[in-house]
């Protein structure tokens, strides 16, 4: 069994179940309260405080804990907004924020509140000139997670930061995916992270504001956490969350050369194994631990389930593996393929064999998903029918529609078209991102009957 | 060392510890993920969620988890508000709720909503006459505690909860207390509850919206717990705590008999054993385990200081021992004396010679707490000087005034009265509440140039 998706939640690291332990026996009072055993209970809040304060680099008076990551940018989010409503009512966050920072930016439109989405390169990059373009008078946050949770992708903190800073407006860094390697670089305002990433329990995130932040925590608040954590605190978690980052950072530097070399195997050698792959993400700028790639013509979901049989956990930004039927938005925003979609995130201590053998089993599950729904082998060699063809891929769903697309581009001469229909939403990724694989012309997508029609010219 | 405050965190159960600690290994994963290790935790989650419902008397399917009681509540009062907007914006709760009721109800205030606060009696408990009576036309929803958590009386839920029924308004019913003692009796529509208070980890709250239930969550939400509880889901935790209650209930039968006795015998002995002693609460109407008594010419925060110097961890609802200097809004509410005030709430398995030895230690504290600010040990008895007099005792804390009240209340005649000039919060409370215990008339509060006069009339 080989879990691979430490990037949704990594195993309990053993500092952690130490402290969660020992910490049931003295920590499940009320710190608020007086007695010895109040008094033992804030002595580990205070501890923990401390210790997770020197992890982040900001002063224990600036952090707080509450009940999880998401939980931390929904309340950061709506603070850091409160408490600048007077400058005005504007928002800018990257299109390949998690989603809970998404979720507060839909919030915050409803009230009347302007988004601005910052676009990302096809590594899943934003420039810090697209903020520094964004920004207007009437900015109250900016919002940039340090790394990307889909593809590993690094963001440039430091640089965003500065553009903010010199503009007046605070910074929101979702680190929920690095704060386990080391602290976010730069000149930030504001941080959320998420214990359970790193190896610390569910239940804990952090959030820090800065001093000098202007800052209104949203809702019913009591007098816990600096009154910006409402509810009881979840104190043996709490521990046990500042125990592991600790222990976590000092293997951090490591453990990063191992596990950035794991994950570049996977890189270079998914495409060699795997025909008509393409790796996401970038190649260099990345977190030791993330690698994902997508195959054309796979159905995620059943190449997800595949591995799983195999002994593999994965998880997936392709549309057959979400509720919605929509790709990641992620992927999306970074205009690469979606269909066949694999993110592999290495938990802290993978053996490298448990990888070589990913890669032994990955081949073989690829063609057999292939195979069954009859994807394309190779290029096809038919004799060219006519200018221009039309396939009809309505009602199927991702991989389907490139399948088609693939078997018939062969079918017209150089400079003709075809015409997809499709009413699948991956359809309006997945077609562009296949015409930039293979080198063919998306010429582009009309509205037709049902679904919509998506042009593609072949050029070889 | 003798824990007497479980109704504000009891000790983690042995079968929350054996939970947790299972779960750790089997329930650190995504429940939302569709590999081994994911349905391995969904599971769990839904394991744990049919055991909670079946203790709460729900269906699987109206109950989600969150990250506390708090929270439970804040965003039950929200959402059950925003759900019926349409029908109006006001909203009912008693004057003895939890804090993280009435915080609700004031953020509702300050959005423009309308609160009625309805009051309680001596014993703290509401009448289901008052809610009929407080209930409009725009009523989107009204609130009622199982039973309150500073002096343990239950309230008539089933009652008020047809009265609300009767007048198409869903009851919320903060069962914090008494959810480990029993399913909440009658037609009520929310239920919260806090998975500490009954012995369970911190760190899981209880959310019930009856099927139904108008009920729109607010804030950012996103696909897990029915989009009711943002965040990934604290599962060891929730297991726990689903075990430790069912748990707790198969002991509650023979338990309540056993902690009720013994508060009966603090409820009987304390005013045998100590003088000038008020105890609080429904006598029969209450929760086993609770026992609430205030002491006269007491400082609470001394008396809690040395009752836990006495090996005795115990809480008080009076002014000097709260952040704010000001009394518990629930000793207010019920008109009763603040002063001195002590909460004993014991932790299921409480040995009966924890009490007898709490009963020894108790009337040396409080006499030694009473030597110490001087107070008057038996009615004074000095000569008649004047029809009225005036005490100032501006700057002073409480129980100071109280106490030079008493020493000169015997220095005017029957029928003269005394004024008490004070600036101190809790004097309001406790002067009127002095003169029900002492046979005096409370003539009532006049401004003063700092602070106001309280004027009493002696009858005796």
Redesign the interface.
Known sequence: ?S?F?AA?????HPVA?QA??AS?DEG???PA??????RRARLLLDAAREAAAEAVGCRPDELVF??????AV?SGV?GALAGRRRVGRHLIVSAVEH??VL??A??FETEGGTVTRVAVDRTGTVAPASYAEALRPDTALACLQSANHEVGTEQPVAAVADVCRAAGVPLLVDAAQSLGWGRVAGDWSLLTA?A?KWGG???V?LLVVRKGVRFAPQ?????RESGRA????????IVAAAASLRAVRAEAAEEAVRLRELTDRIRVRVPELVGDVEVVGDPVRRLPGIVTFSCLYVDG?TL??E??RAG????SGSSC?S?TLTPSHVLRAMGVLSEGNVRVSLPLGTPAEDVDRFLEVLPGTVSAVRDKLGAPVSAPATAVRAESLVVDSLGKRCPIPVIELAKVIGDVPVGGTVRVLSDDEAARLDIPAWCEMRGQEYVGEEPADHGSAYVVRRLS
Request: aromatic share 8%; glycine share 10%.
């Open positions: 069994m879990y998706d949704s939640a990594a195993p309990l179940r969660l332990q049931l499940w009072a009320d309260r007086l007695y010895r055993e109040g509450n009940s999880s990551g998401t939980r929904h709506a989603s809970s979720h507060s839909e919030v998420s359970h329990p569910s239940g995130g809702g019913p608040t009591d007098e409402a509810g009881f605190e979840n104190l043996p978690a979901e997800l389930h591995l799983d593999f956990s994965v998880s593996t509720s």
